[in-house]
């Protein structure tokens, strides 16, 4: 699925260090592993969850591969927040080496 040049994004390896990192995966995945400082609102909890996630500053959106986070990045900016795209999702943040953590025992992973 392609959302063009209609999407703000960023490359994995770019994502500033203090970001606010959204990852909108299921439990299962953010179990296998996730970015130690991102903050879990499944894309299915969005709608109830909202009001979460601040609106002063940048929010970067991550999944999997950067289908549903370019979906719920849009959906963000159309209602009045700042948000980027992370191009790659959680495999391209772990191909660059980017910090992981789980919320199981062993070596976290991309699910």
């Known amino acids: 699925m392609s959302f063009g040049d209609n999407v703000p994004s960023v490359d994995a390896a770019a994502v500033p260090r203090d970001a606010y990192l959204l990852d909108v995966r299921e439990p299962e995945e953010w179990t296998a592993g996730h970015a130690p400082d991102a903050v879990h609102i499944p894309m299915s909890q969005l709608r109830d969850r909202a009001g979460e996630i601040p609106q002063d500053r940048e929010v970067y959106v991550i999944c999997r591969v950067g289908g549903r986070s370019a979906q719920v990045t ?7 927040w700042q948000a980027s795209n992370v191009d790659g ?5 772990a191909h660059h080496g980017r ?4 919320e199981q025992a062993g070596e976290p992973y991309v699910a």
């Open 89 to 93: 999702g959680m495999m391209a943040w």
């Open 74 to 80: 849009i959906a963000l900016n159309n209602a009045g």
């Open 99 to 102: 910090p992981m953590v789980a």
